[in-house]
Protein backbone atom coordinates (compact mmCIF):
# COMPACT_ATOMS: atom_id res chain seq x y z
CA UNK A 1 0.00 0.00 0.00
CA UNK A 2 1.08 3.33 -1.01
CA UNK A 3 1.30 6.01 1.31
CA UNK A 4 -0.18 9.63 1.42
CA UNK A 5 2.26 11.62 0.08
CA UNK A 6 3.05 8.89 -2.94
CA UNK A 7 -0.56 8.71 -3.67
CA UNK A 8 -0.74 12.84 -3.23
CA UNK A 9 2.33 12.57 -5.60
CA UNK A 10 0.39 10.86 -8.30
CA UNK A 11 -2.70 12.50 -7.95
CA UNK A 12 -1.19 15.97 -8.59
CA UNK A 13 0.78 14.36 -11.67
CA UNK A 14 -2.62 12.90 -13.40
CA UNK A 15 -4.08 16.52 -12.43
CA UNK A 16 -1.18 18.18 -14.32
CA UNK A 17 -2.11 15.81 -17.49
CA UNK A 18 -5.27 16.87 -17.23
CA UNK A 19 -7.58 14.45 -15.03
CA UNK A 20 -10.38 16.54 -13.43
CA UNK A 21 -10.88 14.17 -11.35
CA UNK A 22 -7.90 13.79 -9.75
CA UNK A 23 -7.88 17.59 -8.98
CA UNK A 24 -11.02 17.26 -7.51
CA UNK A 25 -9.88 14.97 -5.01
CA UNK A 26 -6.77 17.18 -4.22
CA UNK A 27 -9.48 20.60 -4.02
CA UNK A 28 -11.20 18.19 -1.85
CA UNK A 29 -8.32 17.18 0.14
CA UNK A 30 -7.29 21.03 0.75
CA UNK A 31 -11.14 21.94 1.67
CA UNK A 32 -10.38 19.11 4.69
CA UNK A 33 -7.64 20.97 6.21
CA UNK A 34 -5.01 18.86 7.99
CA UNK A 35 -1.79 16.90 7.54
CA UNK A 36 -2.78 15.70 3.46
CA UNK A 37 -3.88 19.52 3.04
CA UNK A 38 -0.60 20.52 3.86
CA UNK A 39 1.10 17.51 1.36
CA UNK A 40 -0.92 18.58 -1.15
CA UNK A 41 0.62 22.24 -0.69
CA UNK A 42 3.97 20.97 -0.16
CA UNK A 43 3.55 18.47 -3.61
CA UNK A 44 2.36 21.84 -5.62
CA UNK A 45 4.80 24.51 -4.66
CA UNK A 46 6.59 26.03 -7.63
CA UNK A 47 4.10 23.70 -10.20
CA UNK A 48 2.68 27.12 -11.29
CA UNK A 49 5.28 28.57 -13.66
CA UNK A 50 4.13 31.87 -14.86
CA UNK A 51 0.57 31.38 -13.44
CA UNK A 52 -1.17 34.07 -11.78
CA UNK A 53 -3.51 33.67 -8.93
CA UNK A 54 -5.78 36.36 -8.72
CA UNK A 55 -8.67 36.61 -5.53
CA UNK A 56 -11.96 38.37 -5.97
CA UNK A 57 -14.17 39.13 -2.49
CA UNK A 58 -16.90 41.33 -2.05
CA UNK A 59 -20.65 41.55 -0.54
CA UNK A 60 -23.42 39.73 -2.59
CA UNK A 61 -24.57 41.57 -5.01
CA UNK A 62 -21.59 43.59 -6.31
CA UNK A 63 -20.98 42.70 -9.56
CA UNK A 64 -17.80 39.87 -8.80
CA UNK A 65 -19.20 37.47 -11.06
CA UNK A 66 -19.15 39.93 -13.34
CA UNK A 67 -16.05 40.90 -13.08
CA UNK A 68 -14.15 37.35 -13.05
CA UNK A 69 -16.13 37.18 -16.24
CA UNK A 70 -14.82 40.06 -17.89
CA UNK A 71 -11.26 39.09 -16.64
CA UNK A 72 -11.52 35.42 -18.22
CA UNK A 73 -12.88 36.74 -21.43
CA UNK A 74 -10.01 39.70 -21.53
CA UNK A 75 -7.31 36.95 -20.35
CA UNK A 76 -8.94 34.30 -23.08
CA UNK A 77 -8.55 37.21 -25.85
CA UNK A 78 -5.18 37.54 -25.75
CA UNK A 79 -4.56 33.87 -26.01
CA UNK A 80 -4.17 32.51 -21.88
CA UNK A 81 -5.79 29.57 -20.62
CA UNK A 82 -7.78 30.21 -17.59
CA UNK A 83 -9.08 28.24 -14.65
CA UNK A 84 -11.78 29.76 -12.18
CA UNK A 85 -12.31 27.85 -8.58
CA UNK A 86 -15.15 29.82 -6.66
CA UNK A 87 -16.06 29.11 -3.74
Do not use: C, W, Y
Not at 63 to 87: I, M, Q
Amino acid sequence: MEDSTEHISKMVAASARGDRAALARLVTLVERRGGPAREVGRAVLGLGGAAHAVGITGSPGVGKSTLVDGLVAAARAGGASVGVLAV
